[in-house]
């Protein structure tokens, strides 16, 4: 079973919209952390927010949010008023456990292309 | 933003031959990872190192070998390149690893076998 779906391949929004990038994911940890990262077509990789499993309010980053909804394990990243240059690829990725080999390392999920229209 | 460069950015090279890639950062962060992407999968891990010489395998280290001499520097090794192993290649480090340290990426080396 993938730990980071990204059901979402293609998404369009309009300038100056809202758009929400959905991310589930699938983990036994009670201790994770969830990650949001932005890869424009120049190809580098742009972290955007983070939440963690105990934090109890959403985390918000500028115009990022993060819709985190622990029952239902969905971290749905949430862009305010668009901008052209959010065009990009945005991909979820989920650090489990606090120590050990699952907290060194990111499992990422096969990416949302985001498309802004003006 | 962490100093992180990886050389070269760009190989082109034959099936069979070894290959080197080479991630520096100026950080000075303790973990260290490299990764591989490809279209369709997402970012996949294939080495990791949490310190000078210690280093450990991720999800797809088959063909991969790594290491950490220094802690600013991190090889990674193709013993023998296959065409399976074209792809975009990113190197990250972090501070810490749990917790809500986020990895930096380096800007990636496009690899192809050809």
């Known amino acids: 079973a993938q730990k980071i779906t990204q059901t979402q391949p293609g998404m369009f929004v309009q300038e100056k919209e809202a758009v929400t990038l959905d991310c589930t994911y699938d983990t036994s940890d009670q201790s994770y952390g969830l990650f949001w990262y932005k890869q424009p077509s120049s190809g580098e990789m742009i972290f955007l927010i983070y939440?963690?499993?105990?934090?109890?309010q959403n985390a918000t980053e500028g115009r990022y949010s993060l819709n985190f909804q622990k029952a239902r394990k969905s971290a749905n990243l949430v862009i305010s008023a668009s901008q052209r240059g959010d065009s990009a690829m945005y991909f979820c990725?989920?650090?489990?456990?606090?120590?050990?080999?699952?907290?060194?390392?990111?499992?990422f999920g096969k990416g949302t292309k985001l498309s802004v229209i003006p | 933003d962490a100093g992180i460069t990886q050389s070269p950015r760009h190989k082109v090279t034959e099936t069979g031959t070894p290959v080197t890639l080479r991630c520096h950062q100026t950080?000075?962060?303790?973990?260290m990872y490299w990764y591989r992407q490809d279209p369709g999968h997402g970012l996949r891990l294939i080495h990791y190192s949490y310190g000078v010489k210690d280093t450990d395998k991720g999800e797809v280290s088959d063909g991969y070998s790594v290491s950490r001499s220094k802690t600013e520097d991190f090889l990674l090794t193709l013993e023998s390149a296959t065409s399976s192993q074209t792809s975009v290649y990113f190197c990250a480090s972090s501070l810490e690893a749990g917790g809500p340290y986020e990895q930096y990426f380096g800007p990636g080396t496009r690899l192809t076998v050809t």
């Open positions: 990725a989920m650090r489990e456990g606090l120590s050990g080999a699952g907290s060194y390392q990111l499992t």
């Open positions: 950080e000075n962060h303790r973990y």
């Open positions: 939440q963690g499993s105990y934090d109890e």
